[in-house]
């Protein structure tokens, strides 16, 4: 008994040992486990947040066409100017730029219309699309508003930027008024025409030279002449601002920005009644100084009647 009992001692402390490790494994084990995820999910790797994003201008261009400083000049009417952004004719002249959501009209000295010795790439609303023979008088008034900006602007000799009309009330004539004056086209004097100049924003309109013209007279272009023009106190630069052009029987008014106006409520206004009119809106350069050009924005056009 006695001869064994090493050996019982020996075999006791083998297997408490073995115990011992197993335990201390187990808690290990335990521990691991604490550790690792519940699930074997594999997590996603974070989305790609930077995206480019394309901004369109808010201008619906059913019906206005746009004349160009090339050709004779050329133009675009609808519908075929609804597809101005893959139109190789217009393509150079106005685009969108995406980014910033707006309508480019560029423009520089090249071809005039047969009333006019500068250069546009400007738009002509036509009532009817595709058509220049309907047209709306100050009795049944209009309303035109637009937000733009000017992008870029040539300078003169004398380090001075150019000037460029951005929006316009153009007169008609009837064809019966064209043929009481014996005149080849329907042409009739702008009533309104809407600046950048110098980095603000200014008007000017048409007064009659004789207040006692007679009613046929009246219908001539040179019995009209320009007044003293009106310039808004804010100046806009190059940055975005409003404009907005209210008219109704026999009167006018331009508002900046919905916080500066001018109206026009005259005997002129009153009279210029006898004619039909349409507006227009772009970037018609007032220059034809070599090298020179303009590059208008606009971000949101609309009209209504």
Known sequence: MFKRLPYLICLLLILGSCQENSAISQEKEIEVS????????VESPEPDTEETSFILPEIDLSNWKVTLPIGRPDEVKPPEILEYATNEKLKPF??????????????????TTANSSRSRTELREQMEPGSNSVN??????????????????SKDSDNKYHRTIIMQIHGRLT?????????????????????????????????????????????????????????????VGFNRFSLEVLVSDGRM??????????VYESDDIEKWGVFENYFKAGNYLQTSDEGSYARVKYYDLQVEH
Do not use: C, H
């Not at 604490?34 to 074997?40: L, R």
């Not at 730029?97 to 423009?107: E, K």
């Not at 009659?208 to 007679?214: A, F, I, Q, T, Y």
């Open 175 to 235: 064809n019966e008024q064209r043929d009481l004056i014996g005149q080849k086209d329907n042409n009739a004097p702008p009533m309104l025409k809407i600046y950048w100049q110098n980095g603000k924003v200014r008007v000017k309109t048409k007064v009659l030279k004789n207040p006692d013209v007679s009613d046929t007279d009246i219908l001539r272009t040179d019995e009209w002449t320009d007044d003293e023009g009106f310039n808004f106190n804010e100046e």
């Open 253 to 262: 008014e331009v508002i900046l920005n919905d916080t500066e106006s001018v």
């Open 94 to 111: 106005m685009y969108n730029d995406s980014i910033d959501g707006a309508l480019v009209f560029y423009t520089y000295p090249g071809a």
């Open 136 to 153: 709306w008088t100050f009795s049944q008034g209009g309303r035109l508003k637009g937000t733009l900006a000017m992008d870029d602007i």
């Open 34 to 41: 604490k550790d690792e995820p519940a699930n074997d999910v």
